[in-house]
């Protein structure tokens, strides 16, 4: 496809004749119910016209996305994101010395003996900075947030949302102040899907306080599919929505966030965010060269300024110097904190 071709089809236009089409009705009525209602020849549109309308968005975003394929190709997987993240967490036991950032010693199990393997003959080249510096990110922000819901549990938090759980294992290795919580795993049913019979395949027990919650944000909002799956808006929830933020709009984050704030006094979230100065990064840039194009970025001031807009309260930033003092102090093998932590959390 040429540059011409592809630019005539991203600009291609929804007609008058489409809008009718949709509507059922004819274009010049299209006309009379798109001028002011006060004008003499005004009609009121059909009933059911916000899912016509609906409808007719859908079939204009089916074709984008077909035209986006055709360019850069599919989408990654999320499961295949997800097994990356499962690598740099089982990769962590293997390379760096005790004690872990954090201790997940079923990813292993997870990702099989093959995996580990090719792991450890990729010592070398997990050591490298970049590398360093993704893994440690990617530890922190499930240490922050397992230590966030700990303390969020104390304080009569009953329910645990992981929103992108992908390859996620806290439900499988949780500690004893985790049994009295519903753990509720949130991902697309692929993704899901795929992590279940990686569990059946290796012998992993699912305990009795896990739930999943298949939602297909396509056909459903996250509020509708928490509902479907059995979550209690009335409990006290704490929610983890970690290495998401940055692919969806601006529009899509504070729908969530209006989610979470549906919840009940004492709910919580911990969140991580691209900041502004990661918008011409090597990662942001393979990202979007893959077909996942990171789209919202934002400074602390920013992502705080939302938060607090939409309601939220005892917003807090982790700065990298407390994530240091916390996590990494006294180190042997000179594992360190990211160059750059972009880790909020917030209270209903």
Same mark, same amino acid.
């Given at each position: 496809?040429?540059?011409?071709?592809?630019?005539?089809?991203?600009?291609?236009?929804?007609?008058?004749?489409?809008?009718?089409?949709?509507?059922?009705?004819?274009?010049?009525?299209?006309?009379?119910?798109?001028?002011?209602?006060?004008?003499?020849?005004?009609?009121?549109?059909?009933?059911?016209?916000?899912?016509?309308?609906?409808?007719? %968005?859908?079939?204009?975003?089916?074709?984008?996305?077909?035209?986006?394929?055709?360019?850069?190709?599919?989408?990654?997987?999320?499961?295949?994101?997800?097994?990356?993240?499962?690598?740099?967490?089982?990769?962590?036991?293997?390379?760096?010395?005790?004690?872990?950032?954090?201790?997940?010693?079923?990813?292993?199990?997870?990702?099989? &003996?093959?995996?580990?393997?090719?792991?450890?003959?990729?010592?070398?080249?997990?050591?490298?900075? &970049?590398?360093?510096?993704?893994?440690?990110?990617?530890?922190?922000?499930?240490?922050?947030?397992?230590?966030?819901?700990?303390?969020?549990?104390?304080?009569?938090?009953?329910?645990?949302?992981?929103?992108?759980?992908?390859?996620?294992?806290?439900?499988?290795?949780?500690?004893?102040?985790?049994?009295?919580?519903?753990?509720?795993?949130?991902?697309?049913?692929?993704?899901?899907?795929?992590?279940?019979?990686?569990?059946?395949?290796?012998?992993?027990?699912?305990?009795?306080?896990?739930?999943?919650?298949?939602?297909?944000?396509?056909?459903?909002?996250?509020?509708?599919?928490?509902?479907?799956?059995?979550?209690?808006?009335?409990?006290?929830?704490?929610?983890?929505?970690?290495?998401?933020?940055?692919?969806?709009?601006?529009?899509?984050?504070?729908?969530?966030?209006?989610?979470?704030?549906?919840?009940?006094?004492?709910?919580?979230?911990?969140?991580?965010?691209?900041?502004?100065?990661?918008?011409?990064?090597?990662?942001?840039?393979?990202?979007?060269?893959?077909?996942?194009?990171?789209?919202?970025?934002?400074? +602390?001031?920013?992502?705080?300024?939302?938060?607090?807009?939409?309601?939220?309260?005892?917003?807090?930033?982790?700065?990298?110097?407390?994530?240091?003092?916390?996590?990494?102090?006294?180190?042997?093998?000179?594992?360190?904190? +990211?160059?750059?932590?972009?880790? %909020?959390?917030?209270?209903?």
């Amino acid at each position: 496809m040429d540059y011409k071709e592809a630019t005539d089809r991203v600009l291609e236009p929804i007609t008058t004749a489409d809008l009718a089409r949709a509507l059922g009705i004819s274009q010049d009525d299209v006309g009379r119910t798109r001028v002011a209602p006060a004008a003499d020849d005004f009609s009121p549109p059909p009933d059911g016209w916000k899912a016509a309308v609906a409808r007719l %968005a859908g079939e204009r975003a089916s074709r984008l996305l077909k035209l986006k394929t055709e360019l850069v190709g599919p989408p990654r997987a999320a499961s295949g994101t997800a097994h990356g993240v499962a690598v740099m967490r089982a990769a962590h036991l293997i390379i760096e010395s005790e004690p872990p950032v954090l201790n997940d010693t079923v990813a292993a199990r997870l990702l099989g &003996p093959e995996m580990m393997a090719q792991i450890r003959a990729r010592v070398d080249e997990l050591k490298t900075p &970049p590398a360093l510096g993704l893994r440690s990110h990617v530890l922190l922000r499930s240490r922050f947030a397992e230590d966030t819901l700990m303390d969020a549990v104390a304080d009569g938090v009953e329910q645990y949302v992981l929103l992108g759980a992908g390859l996620d294992t806290f439900a499988y290795r949780q500690p004893e102040w985790a049994h009295g919580l519903t753990v509720i795993e949130v991902d697309h049913p692929g993704t899901q899907g795929a992590k279940r019979r990686a569990l059946a395949a290796t012998g992993i027990e699912i305990p009795p306080n896990v739930r999943y919650a298949d939602i297909d944000f396509e056909r459903e909002t996250l509020a509708q599919g928490l509902a479907r799956c059995g979550v209690d808006t009335a409990k006290p929830t704490f929610f983890s929505w970690l290495g998401v933020t940055m692919y969806l709009t601006r529009e899509a984050i504070e729908a969530t966030l209006r989610t979470v704030l549906s919840f009940p006094k004492g709910s919580g979230i911990v969140l991580t965010y691209a900041h502004t100065d990661s918008m011409k990064s090597q990662m942001a840039t393979d990202s979007g060269t893959a077909g996942e194009p990171w789209v919202s970025y934002f400074t +602390p001031d920013e992502l705080g300024a939302m938060l607090q807009r939409l309601g939220f309260s005892d917003i807090s930033f982790l700065s990298r110097e407390e994530a240091e003092r916390r996590y990494y102090a006294n180190r042997s093998d000179g594992f360190a904190a +990211p160059p750059r932590v972009s880790i %909020a959390a917030a209270r209903v």
